[in-house]
Every structure is written in C-alpha cells, then in structure tokens.
C-alpha cells in the first residue's frame, strides 16, 4: 500500500484559511472515518489535530478543522498564525487494519 | 500520566538486525484496548506506520516491510519489543513508539538510528 497522498507544501498569510488534501483510496481514506491529522514541528514527535475525520482533541484550537468527500480528506486551517508553520501529516486506517500515512505537507506562513 | 521511551542502538551495520525496545508507564498493555504502534521516519521525510501490537497479543505489519518486521509485547515489564532485520541505509531514522487510538494519542520522544558501515 502506498502513502496517502499530500500536496509538498501550501502556504497562506496571516488570518488567511488553507485547505490540505490527503488523497487514498477505497481500502484507506475512502473506506473508514478513522482518518487522523498531526502537526510536526522541527525535531518534534507529531502532535494530534484531529480525529475520526473531524474530532478535535480537547486543548487543539477549533481553527484546525477537518472533513472527507469520497476518498479524499481535509485539514482546513483558519486564521493562519505564524506558530502554524510546520508539517502536516494525513493518516488512515486501512482494510488490512494497518495505518498509512501521507507523504506530508510543509505550511509556510507568508 | 502516559509516558512512552524509545531505546536501542544509535548505530548499526547494513544487514545486521535492529532491536528496539519501548518502555512506557501509565497503562498496561493487558488491558483491553490497549495498543502500541511503532512509527519511523528517515531525515526531513515522511512518517511511516510499521507496527502494531494489542492487548490480546494480535498484530499488525506494514504491507511492504513485514517479512522483515517481528512485534513483541513483555506485559510484567510493560515493554513492547520490536526486530528489523537485514537492515539498509535506507532504514536510517528516527524511530517513535505510540499508543493510538482515536483521541487516545501519546507518542514517544524517538531514537534516532543510523544504518552504516
């Protein structure tokens, strides 16, 4: 099974909302709501944004919101902020009951 | 407080087998539900899933490294054990161990380890 798929980079400006895409199939994204977003700062271990599609764990900001249509799911950003720089990764529950990753997203505030 | 530790060696040898040990605190990996994932990833590149051991001692291998992959769990040291064997260059990483699971998301700090001769 390969990586999920995920644009290289998106960039925004301050208070601006970008959208991430991440991009499976039927037998990950499209098949389960078990779909989970990180956010990666350098040298840091993933942080938990969203999950279950759309959940947000408490303490993570409701700027950070999430969706899927289809096989394709979404990390909205709002508000962007500079502290919002960093990596974001999709992952997925897959049919096998294994968990993909995508190939991550750099954000780049302007 | 769910903490998880990441251990084994910085440094190994193309073909040699990596053991890497993660010891947590806070739960008990008898309990049911219980999970802990191991999670790599090689410098400035992705994340990728590798394996997954539960409660009630089922796992789980990535599709493409599970001939090479063995998960163990040791419940009275609260240890979850896992072999890469005939190691590459290309393995170099920084390897986490997590427990995951909906909202349920605790992530070791990594080890860093590096495959060369």
């Known amino acids: 099974q390969s990586a999920l798929t995920q644009p290289a980079s998106v960039s925004g400006s301050p208070g601006q909302s970008i959208i991430i895409s991440c991009t499976g199939s039927?037998?990950?994204?499209?098949?389960?709501?078990?779909i989970s977003w990180y956010q990666q700062h350098p040298g840091t271990a993933p942080k938990l944004l969203i999950y279950?599609?759309?959940q947000r764990p408490s303490g993570v900001s409701d700027r950070f919101s999430g969706s899927k249509s289809g096989n394709t799911a979404s990390l909205t950003i709002s508000g962007l902020q500079a502290e919002d720089e960093a990596d974001y990764y999709c992952?997925?529950?897959?049919?096998?009951?294994?968990?993909?990753f995508g190939g991550g997203t750099k954000v780049t505030v302007l | 407080q769910v903490t998880l530790k990441e251990s084994g060696p910085a440094l190994v040898k193309p073909t040699q087998t990596l053991t890497l040990t993660c010891t947590f605190s806070?739960?008990?990996?008898?309990?049911?539900?219980?999970?802990v994932s191991w999670i790599r990833q090689p410098p400035g590149k992705a994340l990728e899933w590798l394996a997954r051991?539960?409660?009630?001692?089922?796992?789980f291998y990535s599709t493409s490294l599970k001939t090479r992959l063995t998960i163990s769990k040791d419940t009275s040291k609260n240890q979850v054990v896992l072999t890469m064997t005939n190691m590459d260059p290309v393995d170099t990483g920084t390897y986490y161990c997590?427990?995951?699971?909906?909202?349920?998301?605790?992530w070791g700090q990594g080890t860093l380890v590096t495959v060369s001769s």
């Open positions: 997590a427990r995951i699971r909906g909202s349920d998301d605790y």
């Open positions: 039927n037998s990950d994204v499209g098949g389960y709501n078990y």
């Open positions: 051991i539960d409660w009630n001692d089922d796992k």
């Open positions: 279950n599609v759309s």
């Open positions: 992952s997925s529950l897959t049919n096998k009951n294994t968990r993909l």
């Open positions: 806070g739960f008990s990996l008898s309990a049911p539900g219980m999970r």
